[in-house]
């Protein structure tokens, strides 16, 4: 059964009980539990004690209500029903429930990532309307050093005046690449063909000096669902920061391999294991250069984190952008003075069947 189920008589003994049920509460199956008062087999779960318990003062019973297993930071979905005799007394109740967890965190990443979609939109709109403006100054502050030559501290301001304005400018430039929205043209994607790609993109961006590049490719990788444009893209900006924390000379190893991920047992029925089995690419860029101080490494994803001086800090936002609607994965870590391994995961087939 998929559903956890938990019967109970009149007296508040334990009439039923399946193992989905323990598993959902994330407590082990005693030995004896029937016969037992429900009340003491799941004393760790008061609210579902409570829950149940109610059936018995209610006469219109709920019909799918949500609960949340705070300490468990898990929900389920549980409808109670009454069991009669034949003279259509009550003499027990049944809570049928089951884990809405996957479901519910589906429905959070939805719900994100309408919100980013939106604030993107706003966020291009101002960019936009900055542009504009911005030009005229630069413009106009140019004219007017035309018209002022024989006045050195004029020429100065305006000469940073322009150069300033410049600077605003290549930031909403920046900025607009950020938060244009992405539309993936998903199709069967070759990872190696993408990796070789991405090599020579990221040795035109960065100087590749004595660094050395290997790639392991398991045998047999399969295709993947993903826009092949946007993935050479995560590769391309993955590479380029290391050739830039290697500064000419180290190595680096790009890996690809094939892993089945198994999905999380407490979400899944023994009897499902087979469908939750899913075909997951892992590729790891790896490199023995500085690495990433612990206390930023959770900063380096940020939009404008950089610690160059002439960065743009966008490359791993825009990496994890483009991850994150391929429903992957991005990883970081970080040995400092022993390299850094950024490890993306992929699915290889968008069709997610876990929750129907
Ligand atoms: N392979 C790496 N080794 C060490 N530090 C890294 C590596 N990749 C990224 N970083 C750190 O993460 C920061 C942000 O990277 P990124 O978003 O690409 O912006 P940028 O490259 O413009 O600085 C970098 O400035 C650097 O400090
Ligand atoms: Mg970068």
Do not use: W
């Not at 479901?103 to 936009?128: K, P, T």
């Amino acid at each position: 059964m998929r559903n956890g189920v938990i019967a109970i008589h009149r007296d508040g003994t334990l009439a039923l009980t399946n193992h989905e049920a323990y598993r959902i509460f994330s407590i082990p199956r005693p030995s004896h539990d029937v016969g037992r008062a429900f009340s003491e087999v799941f004393r760790e779960r008061s609210e579902v004690v409570r829950a149940l318990a109610s059936a018995f003062d209610l006469t219109t019973l709920p019909n799918r209500v949500e609960l949340r297993l705070r300490d468990l930071d898990r929900v389920i979905g549980y409808t109670l029903s009454h069991v009669r005799d034949d003279s259509g007394t009550v003499i027990g109740a049944v809570m049928y429930f089951k884990d809405l967890t996957q479901v519910e965190q589906a429905e959070e990443r939805e719900r994100l990532r309408d919100r980013l979609a939106s604030l993107g939109e706003m966020a291009a709109g101002i960019a936009h309307e900055l542009k504009n403006p911005l030009a005229g100054i630069e413009v106009m502050a140019g004219l007017l050093r035309r018209q002022v030559p024989e006045s050195p501290d004029a020429q100065s301001l305006l000469a940073d005046i322009i150069s300033e304005a410049k600077l605003a400018n290549a930031i909403v430039v920046q900025m607009l690449e950020f938060v244009r929205p992405i539309r993936l043209q998903v199709e069967r994607t070759n990872v190696p063909e993408v990796l070789h790609q991405a090599i020579t993109m990221a040795e035109n961006k960065a100087p590749r000096g004595e660094v050395g590049v290997s790639l392991t490719l398991a045998p047999d990788l399969p295709l993947v669902d993903g826009d092949q444009h946007q993935l050479c893209q995560v590769f391309t900006n993955l590479l380029t920061n290391a050739f830039e924390a290697l500064g000419g000379r180290g190595q680096i190893s790009i890996r690809a391999a094939v892993e089945d991920v198994h999905q999380d047992p407490a979400f899944v029925p023994t009897d499902e294991a087979e469908t939750s089995v899913t075909p997951t690419m892992i590729v790891d860029v790896a490199d023995d250069g500085p690495g990433v101080p612990a206390e930023l490494s959770d900063r380096i994803f940020d939009p404008f984190f950089t610690t160059k001086s002439e960065g743009s800090g966008l490359g791993l936002p825009i990496v994890r952008k483009i991850v994150d609607a391929h429903d992957g994965r991005i990883d970081v870590t970080s040995t400092p003075g022993a390299g850094t391994r950024f490890r993306v995961t992929l699915p290889v087939s968008s069709a997610t069947s876990v929750f129907k």
